[in-house]
């Protein structure tokens, strides 16, 4: 896990969209799993979007007058395992504390239960890579705190997670944080070696 942290308009966001193939740099290039990403747009980078990278963002970006089942649905148009839909997405919504609530519209959740859908949705989607931006901007300490949990396990399941954010609770469960204002002068730091005063760079 990699924390990208700044201030609003350092640069945060921007490194997502080069990562998540939305934008092409000005100069240089963007390599991903290494090799050289394939440009925006392109009919590989659409492969690429389909079956390797996934997104969570602030606001959720799901669906918000269909039902949870239907916004995860969508997560398994691509997924290489046939078992039965409706039990993986019973098992995925028991694994991030929202059982039963297939049949509930995302509108009537809250903001923690909306952003836990979503992590439920990365879960189901195959993906190897997933870019997060603020993905704890509008929840309170609480549902940050579970957000952050799911996180971690995504995590510790085998994924990438490379998040834009100012909260220094989501920067300090990260094994690395780049302070982006200062990518001219440092590369970054390992909150593993350095300790928690660099997490907070």
């Not at 308009?9 to 050289?36: C, M, Q, W, Y």
């Not at 009919?43 to 995860?72: C, K, M, P, W």
């Not at 059982?99 to 439920?120: C, D, F, H, M, T």
């Amino acid at each position: 896990m990699v924390a990208f942290t700044g201030p609003s308009g350092s640069g945060k966001s921007t490194i997502l969209n080069l990562a998540g193939l939305l934008d092409s740099p000005d100069a240089g290039e963007v390599r991903l799993f290494g090799t050289t990403a394939p440009r925006p747009r392109s009919r590989d980078a659409t492969l690429f979007l389909r079956h390797r990278l996934g997104y969570l963002f602030q606001n959720f970006a799901l669906i918000d007058s269909a039902t949870v089942r239907e916004n995860l649905k969508v997560a398994l148009t691509y997924s290489s395992d046939r078992s039965d839909h409706a039990k993986q997405i019973a098992r995925i919504l028991e694994r991030v504390g929202l059982p039963g609530y297939e049949n509930r519209r995302v509108y009537s959740l809250s903001g923690g239960e909306q952003q836990r859908v979503a992590i439920a949705r990365l879960w189901l989607k195959p993906c190897e890579l997933v870019l997060a931006d603020e993905p704890t901007g509008s929840l309170d300490e609480n549902n940050r705190d579970e957000i952050v949990k799911l996180l971690r396990e995504m995590s510790a399941d085998g994924r990438t997670l490379l998040l834009a954010t100012h909260d220094l609770r989501v920067a300090e469960i990260c094994t690395r944080t780049v302070e982006v204002a200062s990518l001219s002068k440092h590369e970054g730091t390992s909150n593993q070696d350095a300790g928690h005063e660099d997490a907070h760079s």
